[in-house]
């Protein structure tokens, strides 16, 4: 069985550009979340979908973040323009639903760099 | 809000020595994780603790979760090299979210 994927592993930007980040799931994963780690930190949430939906976007810094997943599958991240602060990896993360252990199954990760 | 805490954060034990890693998490909860990270690598799922007095074990390491203490420990036996490695503890919250705690950085010393 396939992993998550994640795409491009690195990105080294300016200040102010944009940068978009995409995820393929795990095949019949219906819920795809999006983390940011930052260096020597814990991954924290961005946004959670289930299907299509958006479930939980709280924490998504929604003046120059997005996120969309067409049709249920692949994802996309993006951010515009980005800040310094902004440098970090973007984690995608998919699982199945109603399973017993809800498990989340991580990609290798998008690292970003903004100068 | 839910918030996860581990300690310690950073580990430096030597090679057969025994510790144990602790995470605690301030609201009920009955789902707990652990991961491992590697450096520059993602995050591989360790163990699923699902129930109060849930133990599991791999190899080295034995997790357990006491859902009243709201605590779960992981118990590193005679380390090696091979678990040097950064692990964290994640929680489901009501909304069916993970919340990763910071993370203990383990460096097994020859």
């Known amino acids: 069985e396939a992993g998550v994927a994640q795409s491009p592993r690195y990105k080294i930007i300016e200040k102010r550009q944009s940068v978009a980040f995409w995820c393929n799931p795990i095949?019949?994963?219906?819920?795809l979340y999006w983390y940011q780690q930052i260096l020597g930190q814990g991954p924290k949430l961005l946004i959670q979908?289930?299907?299509?939906?958006?479930?939980?976007d709280s924490q998504l810094p929604k003046d120059r973040f997005s996120a969309e997943r067409l049709k249920g599958v692949d994802s996309t991240l993006k951010i515009q323009p980005a800040k310094l602060e902004d440098s970090a990896v973007y984690l995608c993360?998919?699982?199945?639903?109603?399973?017993?252990?809800?498990?989340?199954?991580f990609g290798e990760g998008s690292r970003l760099t903004v100068l | 809000e839910l918030k996860v805490e581990q300690n310690p954060l950073f580990l430096s034990m030597q090679e057969g020595k025994n510790y144990t890693i602790y995470c605690n998490y301030s609201?009920?909860?009955?789902?707990l994780y652990w991961y491992r990270q590697d450096p520059g690598k993602s995050l591989e799922s360790l163990f699923v603790?699902?129930?109060?007095?849930a133990v599991k074990q791999e190899g080295r390491l034995m997790a357990s979760l006491d859902t009243k203490a709201r605590l779960s420990t992981l118990h590193i036996t005679a380390a090696v090299h091979d678990l040097s490695a950064t692990y964290f503890c994640?929680?489901?919250?009501?909304?069916?979210?993970?919340?990763f705690g910071p993370g203990t950085r383990l460096s097994v010393l020859p």
């Open positions: 993360a998919s699982s199945k639903l109603r399973t017993r252990t809800g498990e989340l199954f």
């Open positions: 095949s019949g994963h219906a819920t």
């Open positions: 979908f289930q299907n299509n939906g958006v479930v939980d």
């Open positions: 609201t009920t909860s009955d789902r």
């Open positions: 603790l699902l129930s109060n007095g």
């Open positions: 994640a929680v489901v919250n009501y909304g069916q979210n993970f919340v």
